[in-house]
């Protein structure tokens, strides 16, 4: 029996893994169905190498900098338990390589490729890694205070602050460091819109990573004994939440449309486990509101050229999701308790601080020694062809071989 569970916990942890690893997919098309035509390659090479760059650095540092385990034993020794602890590695590094993938929306179309790699491989083994240990492995202490002065340890089930505000927060110091895309804001006052350039793509993007969404929620358990049908159930409501708010709060706009899920279930993970589902649908619509306006806002009146809206949707959102767990997660509130307002707050807003100091740390750092942005000849051509040498639709002569 004990044989049998050790093998059901394995499948099950890799079928989250998988699940999450399509949701890199959704990344790469969201970012593709909003970015212009002539960036489209890049959206796509940027995800499929920024998770490549991931692996190596959360294997090689990042999982023992945030778990204390490392992958330098023999083959026989990894393979005890039926490998759970390298499927657990497999799974979590997935939720690693979010935080580029997020990051790759906000930078869009005017950012360096070998650069932004470079910033992946030191955010993913060094500054994501340093909090996941801190709130998911109760390193350096964080947890054992927030839990004396406030009565409950801060609570995370599926990464709202870990994962999202996280990636969302870094992703501001990104923007902020490399500023807008040129011609974006004139001089006079005005803007120049940038349309997306394929609403199928970017559909086809927003319900792949909702698919994927409740891998990354439901399979946080990380155990079959532990999987809990409330998490998937409340996911549903916040994405439903989200939907309804961004639908009415954008005035039928598409762009809004598809992010509303993505900005309910953002803001559901930390509490998944522990809300009510109506709980839940109020917390996806609050998100899914917040990111339409947010968006708006840092848009057309702070002029932040965020391409994708990473800082509201994952920032913004994330940071909400970790505070609603703690107004949501109360048994006054249909919750199963557990959980305490303070610890959430001042868990999320440490997350958010080590997100942006790391963040201007890193970017400010290969901005200073390398350079962060291409050349305005560049990106006026497109990252496509200044980067890769070859559009998303090449018009080959038909004549040729």
């Not at 990473?310 to 913004?316: A, E, I, N, Q, S």
Request: aromatic share 12%.
């Amino acid at each position: 029996m004990e044989q049998l569970q050790s093998g059901a916990d394995v499948l099950f942890i890799l079928i989250g893994a998988i699940m999450v690893l399509a949701m890199h997919a959704g990344f790469a098309f969201l970012e593709v169905g909003t970015v212009r035509a002539k960036n489209q390659v890049n959206a796509l090479s940027k995800i499929m190498s920024d998770f490549a760059i991931s692996t190596i650095a959360y294997f090689f540092v990042g999982y023992s900098l945030a778990y204390g385990v490392d992958f330098f034993s023999g083959a026989d020794v990894l393979q005890q338990k039926n490998g759970y602890e390298l499927v657990k590695f497999f799974f979590l590094l997935t939720f690693a390589a979010a935080i580029p993938a997020i990051i790759s929306g906000g930078i869009a179309e005017r950012a360096k490729f070998y650069p932004q790699l470079i910033a992946s491989m030191l955010l993913v083994s060094l500054i994501y890694p340093f909090f996941e240990g801190m709130t998911w492995n109760g390193n350096f202490g964080m947890q054992q205070q927030l839990s004396s002065l406030f009565g409950a340890d801060f609570h995370d089930f599926a990464g709202s602050v870990v994962v999202h505000a996280m990636g969302g927060w870094i992703a501001l110091a990104a923007v902020l460091l490399l500023g807008p895309r040129s011609g974006r804001y004139r001089k006079d006052g005005g803007m120049t819109a940038h349309p997306p350039s394929s609403i199928p793509f970017l559909s086809l993007g927003a319900w792949t990573l909702t698919v994927g969404w409740f891998g990354f929620n439901v399979m946080s358990a990380q155990t079959i004994d532990a999987v809990s049908g409330l998490v998937a159930v409340n996911s549903l409501m916040a994405m439903v939440g989200g939907i309804l708010a961004a639908l009415i709060a954008g005035r039928n706009d598409p762009g809004f449309l598809h992010n509303g899920p993505l900005a309910g279930l953002v803001a559901v993970c930390a509490g998944s486990d522990i809300m009510h589902p109506l709980g839940a649908l109020i917390v996806g619509a609050v998100a899914g509101a917040l990111f339409v306006y947010a968006f708006t806002l840092t848009q057309n009146k702070w002029r932040i050229d965020d391409v994708l809206g990473v800082w509201p949707l994952h920032g913004l959102c994330g940071l909400w999701g970790g505070i609603a767990a703690g107004i949501f997660g109360l048994e006054m509130l249909g919750g199963t308790g557990g959980v305490t307002f303070w610890s959430q707050l001042v868990g999320s807003l440490i997350g958010v601080a080590i997100a942006l100091i790391g963040g201007f740390v890193i970017y400010g750092l290969i901005k200073a020694l390398m350079g962060l942005r291409l050349s305005e000849e560049e990106e006026y051509q497109g990252a496509d062809l200044s980067i890769h040498r070859i559009t998303a639709e090449p018009d080959y002569n038909r004549g040729e071989v």
